[in-house]
């Protein structure tokens, strides 16, 4: 077998993956990788097998193999299919086989930059780095320096770890981009954090001609950097941007399909998505974010207290330890819902003095009634209590608020702060339709609607129904009916309050 050397330019990394001095120990069991070296042949244009011809056909869609390493490709897979591994793979052997300091200032060292959804998942990737590069004799004396997150070589190449931030990856020089389950990336800042960060790294490959962005994620959503990728790219032969489809099994046929058949009966569509590499149809965005924008004061980060107007509050409470303790209160001009403050405390924090804060606020805008979360139980009653407001819990659950609130944006019958967390947890809310037809509206995975939660509910107790102004005006002149049980539990069913 062939002997390959760092130097050797010539050498692909399936050379280095059958060489038993490289790569080859982590690839005993070939079979069970004959659907990655399809992949990883058409990524670096490396004349396939007629076995790895077929693969990549299905696979892609398209009839002809590639002729040049892909500068740009997106991997859409099923989960457990390996993808975290060949990206550490694909970063070691772009940073130690590949020579970028042609394209280097004196002193400016090239990046092979790893991004993941969170810190554990950098973890394990790093962790996979860090066996290939120190097990491998060859590799490991080219290692100058290791630090927590990074290894800087000997050829003035670093690979990093890092987690998806559209502030972390600017000012890098990046030879390589390896961007791991982007279609499940996070930011509290930001809606569209894919493509945020996208948009951050390209700049910084600019000046390196060949260098290269790979994408993997399971698929989610059909919205996002993924979909957008594999709608313009998929199944189109000479296409640069390669797009590669396959579910759990036919990359990895390790994994039981007892497992995969498990998941399909508890839930066909999160299975086809999470285990078949299908993109989901029953997820949609529930706002646009023209909708909110439009309804969005510039500027307005606070209102100031107006006497003679009747406020009303939701507050969504939290033990301190997970999520955010978030309030928000308004106000009703004619039949507008005006949004005046917003509280957000993230955890660590302790209950009781937030609530203390909390009641301190609503006091100066002369409110001694809050509703809230029907499902925090009794100690918020009881703490608002204390410091003499009253606590009632929500006449609807969060999901049916949101369905409120939606038409009352699109008519814009709210006014928003410019305050970038509302913006960010209401665009990122989204619509899931169940097995039985039902829908439920939510936060993305790994997301928060602590703030949309509160907005939400503040904002419907005015406008979500007819409000207790409306029917005042409605019944004027009609006294005994306005005085009438059956109209007060009529206005308190709406979840009016303050």
Known sequence: MKRVRISEPSASILDAIRDPHLFGPWFKDRTTWAAWFAFLAALFAVPMSAQEREIYQRCTGRSEPPSSVASEAWLVCGRRAGKSFILALVA???????????????????????????RKQARVILRYIRALLTQVPMLASMVRRETAEAFDLSN????????????????????????DELAFWADEDSSEPDAEVLAAIRPGMATIPNA?????????????????????????????????????????????????????????????????????????????????????????????RMAGVKYVAFVDPSGGSADSMTLAIAHAEKDVAILDAVRERKPPFSPEAVVAEFALLLKSYRI?????????????????????????????????????????????????????????????????????????????PGAHDDLANVVAGVMTSIVGHKSAYDVRNFFVGDQANWHSGRLQRHIRSGGFSG
Not at 165 to 177: C, E, L, P
């Open 212 to 304: 290269m962005l790979l994408c993997a994620s399971s698929p989610y959503a059909r919205r996002g950097a993924l979909w957008t990728a594999h709608r313009k790219h998929y199944g189109k032969d000479h296409d640069p941007v390669l797009v590669w489809q396959a579910s759990t099994r036919d990359m990895n046929p390790s994994v039981p399909q007892s497992v995969i058949d498990e998941a399909f009966e508890r839930d066909p569509s999160s299975a086809a998505a999470e285990y078949g590499a299908q993109f989901r149809s029953d997820i949609e965005a529930l706002i646009a974010r023209e909708a909110v924008e439009a309804c969005v004061t510039p500027g307005m980060l606070e209102r100031p």
């Open 92 to 118: 070691v052997f772009l940073a130690c086989f590949h020579d970028f300091r042609q394209y280097l200032a004196p002193g400016e060292r090239g990046t092979v930059l790893v991004i993941a959804t969170d």
């Open 156 to 179: 003035h190449v670093t690979i990093e770890v890092g987690t998806a931030s559209f502030r972390s990856t600017r000012g890098y020089t990046i030879v390589a981009a390896l961007c």
């Open 368 to 444: 001694n009634k809050v509703c809230g979360d029907r499902y925090a139980g009794e100690w918020p009653r009881e703490r608002f209590k204390v410091h003499g407001i009253t606590y009632e819990p929500a006449a609807k659950p969060k999901s049916d608020l949101y369905r409120d609130l939606l038409p009352a944006i699109n008519s814009r019958k709210v006014e928003l702060l410019d305050i970038e967390r509302i913006r960010t947890q209401l665009i990122g809310l989204e619509r899931r339709t169940a097995r039985g037809g039902k829908d439920s509206i939510d936060h993305a």
